[in-house]
């Protein structure tokens, strides 16, 4: 049969057209993947619908784990922190983290800002020196023609906190921009600020078109888009755990101030090398990311932030840091963190709901400390396999299940290689070598 991969109309397909079609012609075993596809479909037709209808050309769902870090104690408060993510062992190392800290103090967390940005990017050939009195007379429409867009969000505190022009006109001649700093309370606040700028525009475009203040020379301004900005360096939470080193007991085969003397040299390596930063940045990543997914957040929003963040001084470097000053070892994180907990999925996906809820429905600068305490404890943990026992114990025995899923092993098999690999190294070729002496074994009995 002739395989057909291109398509016109694919949208329109029902979604059993739309499975049928790519199985035909991408698959060999088309029947079995056609049910296996339909298998994860949701049995409650109400919520498959709703899951269907924050994507699109939707044909199944993509099951992850919900993991669940207990004993997480901030400022004082103990959570249940939910964490949807893929890759083995960064439940199990967050929980450990969290649990070592919650004897110690628990972490801290405060919030230093909560500013967004966006910006109306436009090209105007009038002469420079004019921008600024001119921006003087806009300013006031713009603001006053925003605001019944923004009544809501001002009734509820927040709005638009600051509005200026920028001129980029010794970098790219006529390049102007509109840069407003906004309060979005607690939403992540995408759709509104946009909202928001896309007024801007027309006025502005209107401004210039109409005003008896623009010269006839002056009227040609061209918009070339409005869209809020994903770096926000003012919406910054910092977080940190600390005590005395003496404290920092019951590390692996290491004392107190050896373990915190290489922790600290760790970290410095992850300021000083742009290779290990990224590494370091990413495990921190493990841990926001995982709560940002659960919570129903954008977390490629967050990333670009955070490592954009992490390059602010003209060079990419780690992310937290380490002090050991008079025998007393504080590790901190400070990263920007536009999350929201109204707003986009988080109250319309049924498990990013019931993930807020087990947190008590904090508030969105209460999750902003929520998820950067899971980057430094996470961190924490990383950086304490990787100076101590190394990385790979840790993951390999949370990544044999599944090695062994791979490998088809039976209840039996599984059973047999979590006891045998207890105390020893685990690597794809032993478990196959271990699952054949397991299996001759057996017939041998
Ligand atoms: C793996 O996902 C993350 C780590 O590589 C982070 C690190 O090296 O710090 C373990």
Not at 214 to 225: G, Q
Not at 347 to 371: D, F, G, T, W, Y
């Amino acid at each position: 049969m002739d395989r057909q991969k291109t398509i016109a109309g694919f949208s329109k397909l029902t979604k059993i057209g739309k499975i049928k079609w790519l199985v035909e012609n991408f698959f060999k075993d088309p029947e079995i993947v056609m049910q296996e596809l339909k298998s994860y479909w949701l049995t409650d037709v109400h919520q498959q619908e709703l899951l269907d209808g924050i994507s699109e050309n939707t044909i199944s769902n993509y099951p992850l784990p919900l993991g669940i870090v207990p004993n997480f104690v901030l400022n004082g408060k103990t959570y249940a922190v939910p964490m949807v993510i893929e890759e083995s062992s960064v439940v199990a190392a967050a929980s450990s983290a969290a649990k070592y800290w919650m004897s110690r103090g628990g972490i801290k967390a405060e919030v230093i800002d909560t500013i967004k940005v966006g910006h109306v990017h436009f090209y105007w050939g009038g002469d420079p020196n004019r921008m600024n009195s001119i921006f003087l007379l806009l300013k006031p429409i713009l603001i006053a023609e925003a605001n019944p867009i923004m009544r809501g969000m001002i009734d509820r505190g927040g709005g638009l906190k600051s509005l200026a022009v920028k001129s980029f006109v010794d970098q790219d001649p006529g390049l102007y921009q509109l840069f407003a700093e906004f309060d979005t309370c607690d939403s992540m606040g995408a759709n509104f600020i946009n909202t928001v700028l896309e007024q801007f525009s027309k006025t502005l475009q209107d401004f210039f078109r109409t005003s008896d203040s623009i010269s006839a020379e002056e009227r040609e301004l061209e918009v070339i888009m409005a869209i809020l900005s994903n770096y926000t360096p003012d919406c910054l939470v910092k977080v940190w755990v600390e005590c005395p080193v003496q404290d920092l007991t019951d590390i692996k085969d290491m004392s107190a101030t050896t373990f915190a003397e290489r922790f600290y040299h760790a970290i410095r390596i992850a300021h000083a090398d742009l290779y290990r930063a990224t590494t370091h940045n990413k495990g921190i990543f493990n841990g926001i990311d995982a709560v940002a997914l659960a919570t129903g957040n954008d977390f490629r929003s967050i990333e670009a932030c955070g490592h954009a963040y992490a390059a602010k001084d003209g060079r990419y470097k780690s992310l937290s840091s380490c002090s050991l000053e008079n025998d007393f070892f504080k590790f901190v994180l400070q990263v920007p963190l536009a999350v929201g907990t109204v707003g986009g999925l988080t109250k319309v996906h049924p498990i990013a709901k019931r993930s807020l809820e087990l947190m008590e429905n904090p508030n969105s600068q209460e999750l902003m400390m929520i998820i950067a305490g899971m980057g430094l404890i996470q961190n924490f943990a990383a950086v304490r396999s990787l100076v101590t026992t190394g990385i790979q114990q840790g993951h390999m025995k949370m990544h044999l299940n599944n090695i062994l899923h791979q490998l088809n092993a039976t209840s039996d098999e599984r059973t047999a290689a979590i006891a045998h690999f207890q105390n020893k190294t685990v690597s794809m070729n032993g478990i196959k070598v271990f699952l054949d002496e397991f299996h001759q074994e057996k017939i041998k009995i």
